[in-house]
C-alpha cells in the first residue's frame, strides 16, 4: 500500500474515535525498519483500545495487513504495527514521560486536516469557470449614484451682519435708587378736599371728682338701769 494512502487511512481511523493530539513523522532518514510513525493520545484505556481496534479494521478494510499489536492488555501504551508504518497510541502522561516526539520529531508530515473535515462535513468546493464565458463572470451589483446638492447662493452681507449683531440691551433701573411716579388727578382732588374740610371740635374733658372719704359710724352702747 502506498505510504501516503497509509498515513491517511491511519490518521482517519483515529479521528473517528477523537483522539488526541496527532502527529506524524518521516522516519526514512532515521531508520530502515519503517518509514512513518504515529502518535496520538487517549484519555483512558478504554479510549486507547477503540483507538487502535479502528486503525486495525480501517487498514484491514482497505486491504492492509497488520504485523501486530501490543499493549491491549492494559491499554495505556497500545502499539499497531503497519509494517511501513507504527502506531502509538497513549494516554496522555506515559506520553509525556516517554516523549517520543524528541526521538522520532525532525520531520513532521502534514495531516491536511482542513480539507478532510471539509469532505466529511459534505462542503463542494466550487467549480471553477473559464473567464472568457460571459455567464461565467459575476455580476456586478450596481452602486447607488449620489447627486451632488447645488449650493445656495450665499445671502446679502446686510442682512448677515444685521442677523450677527446682538439686540440692545435694555436701560436696566440702577440697584438701590428711588423712582418718583407722579400721583393721578383724582389722587390729588381728594387730598385737597381733605385740607379744606374744618377741624373736628375736642370733646369736654370730665371734671375731676374728689374721692369722698368713708363715712363713720359711730356704736352707742346702753346701759342697762337696774331695777
Known sequence: MDIKKLQTLVVDALEDVKAQDIVVFDTVHLTSLFDRIAIA??????????????????????????????????????????????????????????????????????????????????????????????????????????????KKAPAKKAATSAAKKPAAKKAATPVGKVVKVASTKSATAAAAALKALPPKPKAPKAPKVAAEAPAKTVIKRIKKVAE
Open 41 to 150: 493520545s487517549g484519555t483512558s484505556n478504554r479510549q486507547t483500545k477503540a483507538l487502535a481496534a479502528s486503525v486495525r479494521d480501517k487498514i484491514k478494510a482497505a486491504g492492509g495487513e497488520v504485523y501486530g499489536m501490543e499493549g491491549e492488555d492494559t491499554g495505556e501504551w497500545v502499539l499497531v504495527d503497519l509494517g511501513d508504518m507504527i502506531v502509538h497510541i497513549m494516554q496522555a502522561p506515559i506520553r509525556a514521560y516517554y516523549r517520543l516526539e524528541e526521538i522520532w520529531g525532525d520531520k513532521p508530515v502534514k495531516l491536511g486536516a482542513e480539507k478532510r473535515a471539509k469532505k466529511a462535513d459534505g462542503d463542494v468546493e466550487p467549480k471553477k469557470t473559464s473567464g472568457h464565458l460571459a455567464a461565467s463572470k459575476a455580476a456586478v451589483s450596481a452602486s447607488p449614484v449620489i447627486e451632488k446638492k447645488e
